[in-house]
């Protein structure tokens, strides 16, 4: 076992901060060194902060925790890490964060954009978990800033498109996990977070519905849009076909294959955990990415 301090971190979490890398893979600056140690460094510097958050909501949530059956096991709540422990911890990698962010890598952007997703989650830890709808969009929030930072420090634009597919997929996720937990919680669902009482198994599948489709959509505008192709220098392909659009059916394939482990596998409880312990949507997102690549690289020649 790993020492209680480095459990609660959640490094298993830690792949949630891909979407910081998103921005430089789907761009011309792959090659670009300087660029990809400017990503990978915003990529430490949110493992710092999302840790220092996980920490914090810990010491908030410990209560609650004790009563869950899986998540008394956290070393806060079972007693392994104290409560001054944590905090001080927190503050640290808080600081560790915004310093890394403005004078390691040295960008004022990233930095308020970090700034802003530990204020959101600290928010979100004390007050805004218990407010419905409200909720899902701080859990949301921090996908589509991780997605901001990583186009800061790489200094590669986002388009339109691609911001509002990663709002969409962020909330189908968050409403995913909400459905997860007032499902396999039942009758006690409330008992561990009070705000679950407020979400009905009905509610939740309408929404996700709503968003799986919104996400789809999204995700295939950004692929025919214009400025993709302007971007990545492939505006003048014959054929009329934009060379993207061969991307989505890889993205629709896992949306579906994320709701089916969610209604038949009892999945969505982490999407970290739902996505990795499932060979088929391991594999799909391995192609997605290398048939993007191959698909932007031959486009662009």
């Not at 710092?48 to 009563?67: E, I, K, M, P, T």
């Not at 990583?150 to 996990?177: D, E, M």
């Not at 993205?251 to 499932?278: A, K, M, N, W």
Request: aromatic share 8%.
């Amino acid at each position: 076992m790993a020492p209680p301090l480095l459990r609660t971190m959640r490094p298993s979490q830690w792949a949630k901060n891909a979407f910081v890398v998103a921005p430089i893979v789907f761009a011309p600056r792959l090659q670009d060194s300087d660029s990809l140690l400017r990503v990978a460094g915003a990529f430490g510097v949110f493992c710092c902060a999302a840790s220092a958050v996980y920490l914090f909501n810990d010491v908030g949530d410990r209560a609650a925790d004790r009563v869950h059956p899986r998540k008394c096991k956290r070393p806060i709540a079972a007693g392994e890490l104290s409560v001054p422990a944590a905090l001080a911890s927190s503050g640290a990698l808080v600081i560790a964060a915004l310093i890394w962010a403005l004078v390691g890598i040295g960008s004022a952007s990233l930095t308020v954009v970090i700034a802003t997703y530990i204020a959101i989650q600290c928010l979100y830890s004390a007050k805004l978990k218990h407010v419905v709808i409200v909720d899902v969009l701080c859990i949301a929030s921090g996908f589509v800033l991780r997605l901001l930072a990583g186009g800061f420090a790489a200094g590669v634009p986002q388009s339109r498109w691609i911001l509002a597919c990663t709002i969409f997929v962020s909330l189908f996720l968050a409403l995913c996990k909400r459905r997860h937990e007032v499902v396999s919680l039942g009758a006690d669902a409330a008992q561990h977070r009070p705000i679950l009482a407020a979400y009905s198994v009905a509610f939740l599948d309408q929404s996700i519905s709503a968003l799986t489709a919104a996400t789809i959509v999204g995700y295939t505008l950004y692929a025919v849009d214009d400025r993709t192709a302007s971007a990545h220098g492939f505006e003048g392909i014959e054929g009329g076909l934009p060379p993207m659009l061969i991307t989505v059916p890889f993205v629709l394939y896992g949306l579906l294959r994320y709701l089916y482990l969610v209604h038949h596998e009892d999945g969505g409880g982490s999407p970290t955990e739902t996505l990795f312990r499932d060979r088929p949507s391991l594999i799909n997102g391995c192609l997605y990415v290398g048939v993007a690549i191959a698909v932007l690289r031959i486009a662009s020649q």
